[in-house]
């Protein structure tokens, strides 16, 4: 059987700086777990437009196709922001999520026990924190039709609409699900069917979804609710499934619950392919810090945390993750730091390369 397949995109600014910790552990993996993947490796974003032309190469996005998962780094920088809309960078991320129809964004808040001070919430709240939030990522109300502005009488209404099939709220229930059951088979799914149809249809088909997974403990709860309840006491909850606006909102806040941009990964998952796995595009929260690039200040965590997030979803290899991630919080706790996670009492911060060493070692 051949190797499992990744395709790295490294694309912009800090993007190139954090992969290149990032194949070092995927290096690492092949040589000291028996674990080898076939990398291969491709341009995104201003980076392929400087080659190309366009944001993403047609050859490009044939490979993301075929691939097992796709790791990219970050995208854009000043130096595009005067291209014209059809070719900036940002649009060969969007095509890549969209061609591979990426319909399930997880977003992982996970407190590291030496950045819990970080938090702007109380320590207990945060400590050994591990949640989950999955936003549908290609539906409701950013998509549903009519939308514009239009004229109704003497005045102007603008207009969204929150639309749902139940086959779009069927497969993000069902990524939830998959998703519990790797994890503590817990589910929280968030609506607001005490005001909206879309919400009614949300809660009904995810609990008939459900019935295929009776050893996930499922439970739902309004999303005004859930905001609240995110902020009170994050530990009550494991895997999060919301649409795509309270999704949008509730993942950020989720995610700033423990600190530091640097540290964020995340992952878009589509449908599965043939070999049961779904497509994958995995890829830090933050973008490509060009106030930063090329100066060997990046932290690459949030990079290789994403890595981490492959192994465990693509490629089934959750002990070997929770070893990566182990490493991270030992890494960590011995107070190794990159210029964005020093605290006020300051001290003397290393490299993207030594945090890459560093995390290797461990
Ligand atoms: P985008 O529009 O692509 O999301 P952005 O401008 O919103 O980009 P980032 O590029 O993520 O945001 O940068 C925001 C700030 O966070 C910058 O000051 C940047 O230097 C910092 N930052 C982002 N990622 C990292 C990282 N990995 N390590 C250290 N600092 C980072
Ligand atoms: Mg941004």
Known sequence: MSNPSILILPGDGIGPEVMTEVRKIIDWFGAKRDLAFDVSEDLVGGAAYDKHGVPLADETMAKA????????????GP???VLDFSVKPERGLLRLRKEMDLFANLRPAQCFDALADFSSLKKDVVAGLDIMIVRELTSGVYFGEPRGIFEEGNERVGINTQRYTESEIERVARAAFELAMKRN????????ANVMESGILWREVVTRVGEDYP???LSHMYADNGAMQLVRWPKQFDVIVTDNLFGDILSDCAAMLTGSLGMLPSASLGAPMENGRPKALYEPVHGSAPD??????ANPIACILSFAMALRYSFDQGAEADRLEAAVQTVLADGVRTADL?????????????????IVAA
């Open 65 to 76: 196709q075929e691939v097992d998962a796709v790791l990219l780094g970050a995208v854009g």
């Open 79 to 81: 130096k595009y922001d």
């Open 185 to 192: 088979k817990k589910l929280c799914s968030m609506e607001k």
């Open 215 to 217: 050893d996930v403990e």
């Open 292 to 297: 930063i690039a090329g100066q060997g200040k």
């Open 342 to 358: 020093m605290g006020p009492e300051g001290g003397v911060p290393v490299s993207t390369a030594e945090m890459g060493d560093k």
